[in-house]
Nanobody, 116 residues
Framework: QVQLVESGGGLVQPGGSLKLSCEASENIFNTNTLYWYRQTPGKPRDFVAAWFADGGGPSYSDSAKGRFTISKDNAKKVDLEMNSLKPEDTATYYC??????????WGQGTQVTVSS
């Protein structure tokens, strides 16, 4: 199975920006949709954004719309640029691929902390 690794998280002040990356072990993003989710302790993962391999436009959650941008850098890397960050964006961010109705393995994620 393709391995995905998230990176780019960190500590940022409110209003700041971060760019997360999801790197795959194979050239997979030309043919598979990539999803970003985030999770805070004790809560389920929430959808953030998706990049569709079929050429359809990206999709965003209401909270991400207008502030986050998902883009494909190459067939092995998809980025999530996050601007105007808010404390409520604090979470562990994960990327994954949905193979039909089954998710790939969830990785370690990358921690984003928005705090002054």
């Amino acid at each position: 199975q393709v391995q995905l690794v998230e990176s780019g998280g960190g500590l940022v002040q409110p209003g700041g920006s971060l760019k997360l990356s999801c790197e795959a072990s194979e050239n997979i993003f030309n043919t598979n949709t990539l999803y970003w989710y985030r999770q805070t302790p004790g809560k389920p993962r929430d959808f953030v954004a998706a990049w569709f391999a079929d050429g359809g436009g990206p999709s965003y959650s209401d909270s991400a719309k207008g502030r986050f941008t998902i883009s494909k850098d190459n067939a092995k890397k998809v980025d999530l640029e996050m601007n105007s960050l808010k404390p409520e964006d604090t979470a562990t961010y994960y990327c994954n691929i949905l193979y039909g109705t089954k998710w790939g393995s969830w990785g370690q994620g990358t921690q984003v902390t928005v705090s002054s």
